[in-house]
T-cell receptor, first 113, second 116 residues
């Protein structure tokens, strides 16, 4: 199964509301990253949080990391229709060959105008 | 910077044909990644390079797939022979690797491959 698993798989909200997406993982990580993918496009990096950090902000984005629970959340405040996209968490895990970034299956966010 | 460049953007080919996907990473980046994305399997890492050297190819599905990085500014992913189940969007990504961790990756627009 995927190292990172997002929850929920799909989320539909109204413009102006907050959106929260969660990610759980199984093994120790170097860092955890969130990406956005608009339909038909490549992924775009949003934010990175290191294993020794607990919270990080970037504009309307807030990411938390709880290494004891092996989970992270992405909060988008005051959502806009343009935030409609798939959101992926990716965990950087140290392996014998070096570290690799493993993506979850994503949360499809729809923001209705 | 133009970002990660991939070509072609779309490829339609018949089963059994050879397919070559190309990628130009962002100048100065030292890591390059090839991913495949399908509805059924999500985003899968196929192979990645550090400083032009393949580090982990455990995600390459089978011997029909091969990847090269002859220099820091170019990489290819080849499928020979192609099969319908190879139909997917193939992404190339690059990053500036520091130490033993992966940081933000920059994705290309992808190549949508259809094998009939």
């Amino acid at each position: 199964s995927q190292q990172g698993e997002e929850d929920p798989q799909a989320l539909s909200i109204q413009e102006g509301e907050n959106a929260t997406m969660n990610c759980s993982y199984k093994t120790s990580i170097n860092n955890l990253q969130w990406y956005r993918q608009n339909s038909g496009r490549g992924l775009v990096h949003l934010i990175l949080i290191r294993s020794n950090e607990r919270e990080k902000h970037s504009g309307r984005l807030r990411v938390t990391l709880d290494t004891s629970k092996k989970s992270s959340s992405l909060l988008i405040t005051a959502s806009r229709a343009a935030d409609t996209a798939s959101y992926f968490c990716a965990t950087d895990v140290l392996e014998t060959r070096g570290s690799r970034l493993t993506f979850g299956e994503g949360t499809q966010l729809t923001v209705n105008p | 910077d133009a970002g990660v460049i991939q070509s072609p953007r779309h490829e339609v080919t018949e089963m059994g044909q050879e397919v070559t996907l190309r990628c130009k990473p962002i100048s100065g980046h030292n890591s390059l990644f090839w991913y495949r994305q399908t509805m059924m399997r999500g985003l899968e890492l196929l192979i990645y390079f550090n400083n032009n050297v393949p580090i982990d190819d455990s995600g390459m599905p089978e011997d029909r797939f091969s990847a090269k990085m002859p220099n820091a500014s170019f990489s290819t992913l080849k499928i020979q022979p192609s099969e319908p189940r190879d139909s997917a969007v193939y992404f190339c990504a690059s990053s500036l690797r520091r130490g033993n961790a992966n940081y933000e990756q920059y994705f290309g627009p992808g190549t949508r491959l259809t094998v009939t």
